[in-house]
């Protein structure tokens, strides 16, 4: 079992930043992946970022070059640092993780909004 809290969503103007940050009950280190989801009003949740045990990464294409996931195994948590924020950006921000084995675990969902 693994609980996930994520924070630092908000409000933030086009082109600004925010950092939301996961926060893991137990170690991240052995966890095969961690993820970034969003989901927009009337639309399907959609992979943002992923980030694996072994480091591999992959981003959704329309946030390459402005979101980098990471992860700090000290502290359990990981983090994505969202750049150049656009209102199509707009979305609850879930973060996932997956074991290995079963469905995986999501937390509670931060709320980001970019106003033009």
């Known amino acids: 079992q693994v609980q996930l809290v994520e924070s630092g969503g908000g409000l933030v103007q086009a082109g600004g930043s925010l950092r939301v940050s996961c926060a893991a009950s137990?170690?991240?280190?052995?966890?095969?992946?961690m993820a970034w989801y969003r989901q927009a009003p009337g639309k399907q949740r959609e992979l943002v970022a992923r980030?694996?045990?072994?480091?591999?990464?992959d981003y959704l294409n329309s946030v390459k070059g402005r979101f980098t996931i990471s992860r700090d195994n000290a502290k359990n948590t990981v983090y994505l640092q969202m750049n150049s924020l656009k209102p199509e950006d707009t979305a609850v921000y879930y973060c996932?993780?997956?074991?290995?084995?079963?469905?995986?675990?999501w937390g509670q969902g931060t709320q980001v909004t970019v106003s033009s």
């Open positions: 137990r170690s991240i280190s052995s966890l095969n992946v």
């Open positions: 980030i694996t045990s072994r480091d591999i990464i």
């Open positions: 996932f993780a997956w074991p290995g084995t079963g469905s995986g675990y």
